[in-house]
T-cell receptor, first 111, second 117 residues
Framework: SQQGEEDPQALSIQEGENATMNCSYK?????LQWYRQNSGRGLVHLIL?????REKHSGRLRVTLDTSKKSSSLLITASRAADTASYFC???????????FGAGTQVVVTP | GAVVSQHPSWVICKSGTSVKIECRSL??????MFWYRQFPKQSLMLMAT?????????EQGVEKDKFLINHASLTLSTLTVTSAHPEDSSFYIC?????????????FGPGTRLLVL
């Protein structure tokens, strides 16, 4: 079963704008990860945030984690057409890798 | 980063036949691999955890006799969909964690699209 929910389900923005998507989960976690999936392809790992961390940055990506609310957000700044993809959050309840994925947010960035 | 491959990338088969999908870690040894399935426009659902040298652990609701998993070496796990039916048509993705690095980060294969006619 899926651990979490993501919103929005779909997001359409123009190049240069920021994209924010949220992920909520139900149980305690060891870490939360964000992945990108281009249509019909495998997943690319974007960023991992541990349960004792509140915010992480990687390039144009910013992830926050609020364990009290069991939620996380992914911000993509200055979006590009190449950012068009589906974005998934995934939670791990231990450190050895088993992941439960959220429903995903489909992001479309138009030039 | 670590690379995981899958073969074949897509397969079409007749109902009732069995299909084998391979997942390989190309530049690292993976004691644990994971198998997921994804229906169109949906999320990934974990099917099973594949452990090298031991039996796979299946998620609730996944038929182990239907989806046979063999993790015979540290670089190869196979998923066999036995007696496939049209409802088994899906996108199957494997992943592996590199034990020499941080186990939390998984590397995903490119996926195998299965169409059962």
């Amino acid at each position: 079963s899926q651990q979490g929910e993501e919103d929005p389900q779909a997001l359409s923005i123009q190049e240069g704008e920021n994209a924010t998507m949220n992920c909520s989960y139900k149980t305690s976690i060891n870490n939360l990860q964000w992945y990108r999936q281009n249509s019909g392809r495998g997943l690319v790992h974007l960023i991992l945030i541990r349960s004792n961390e509140r915010e992480k940055h990687s390039g144009r990506l910013r992830v926050t984690l609020d364990t009290s609310k069991k939620s996380s957000s992914l911000l993509i700044t200055a979006s590009r057409a190449a950012d068009t993809a589906s974005y998934f959050c995934a939670t791990a309840t231990d450190s050895w890798g088993k992941l439960q994925f959220g429903a995903g947010t489909q992001v479309v960035v138009t030039p | 980063g670590a690379v995981v491959s899958q073969h074949p990338s897509w397969v079409i088969c007749k109902s009732g036949t069995s299909v084998k999908i391979e997942c390989r870690s190309l530049d690292f040894q993976a004691t644990t691999m994971f198998w997921y399935r994804q229906f169109p426009k949906q999320s990934l659902m974990l099917m099973a955890t594949s452990n090298e040298g031991s039996k796979a652990t299946y998620e609730q609701g996944v038929e182990k006799d239907k989806f046979l998993i063999n993790h015979a070496s540290l670089t190869l796990s196979t998923l066999t969909v036995t007696s496939a039916h049209p409802e088994d048509s899906s996108f199957y993705i494997c992943s592996a964690a590199d034990p020499s690095g941080r186990m939390e980060t998984q590397y995903f294969g490119p996926g195998t699209r299965l169409l059962v006619l």
